[in-house]
């Protein structure tokens, strides 16, 4: 069983829609969840840690079920530019040994 | 502000050649990590350091070798270049467990 598995999509919607993405791990002893945002050909880059308490940035929502070692991703009105691919990553220890899910991209259209 | 920047950008190699990938940040960031993505696989980690002459080995370190000599660098060797190690490689440093800065990757093709 993979280490964090995400269903790689395309997720196709329309602007304006909303969109969730799902992410499970396997590992309880993971210490600290994060999305991060790739777009094509571009290097990694941080979108939001994840707290347990579930936690809002702009149109943006970040969840975690430590019990069910699930995370999720909700994104509300959607925009062209959110067209991306977003990772769910974890680490077990520090900022130099992240594991990261495979991605699932979004593609947002008119 | 310059952050994590590798070089180079894109690079062919033959089998069995060797060659250096360059990694520098310029944040006094103390942890640094080699990743490589490929389709499918997501990143995986090659290398890691928590500091200036700390290594380790992360998930697939077969095929490179690392070094920290200054908090600011942090090269990847190929030791033998091999087809399999075609994809694009990412440095990344940070200070803590909380954000991975990552630098603009290096896409290596050998063949």
């Known amino acids: 069983r993979k280490e964090v598995e995400q269903d790689p999509g395309p997720f196709n919607v329309p602007e304006g829609a909303t969109v969730a993405f799902n992410c499970t791990y396997s590992?309880?002893?993971?210490?600290?969840f994060f999305w991060y945002r790739q777009d094509c050909r571009k290097e990694p880059k941080l979108l939001m840690s994840?707290?347990?308490s579930g936690n809002e940035d702009g149109r943006f929502t970040a969840q975690l079920n430590r019990a069910s070692q699930y995370i999720s991703l909700l994104i509300r009105d959607s925009k062209l530019s959110d067209s991306a691919t977003y990772l769910c990553?974890?680490?077990?220890?520090?900022?130099?040994?992240?594991?990261f899910g495979t991605g699932t991209r979004l593609q947002v259209t008119l | 502000n310059a952050g994590v920047t590798q070089t180079p950008k894109f690079q062919v190699l033959k089998t069995g050649q060797s060659m250096t990938l360059q990694c520098a940040q310029d944040?006094?960031?103390?942890?640094m990590s080699w990743y490589r993505q490929d389709p499918g696989m997501g990143l995986r980690l090659i290398h890691y350091?928590?500091?200036?002459?700390?290594?380790d080995q992360g998930e697939v370190p077969n095929g490179y070798n690392v070094s920290r000599s200054t908090t600011e660098d942090f090269p990847l060797r190929l030791l033998s270049a091999a087809p399999s190690q075609t994809s694009v490689y990412f440095c990344?440093?940070?200070?803590?467990?909380?954000?991975?800065?990552f630098g603009q990757g290096t896409r290596l093709t050998v063949v």
């Open positions: 590992n309880s002893a993971s210490q600290s």
């Open positions: 350091s928590v500091g200036a002459g700390i290594t």
């Open positions: 990553v974890l680490n077990t220890g520090t900022a130099s040994k992240l594991t």
């Open positions: 994840v707290y347990s």
């Open positions: 944040m006094n960031h103390e942890y």
């Open positions: 990344a440093s940070g200070t803590d467990i909380t954000e991975a800065f």
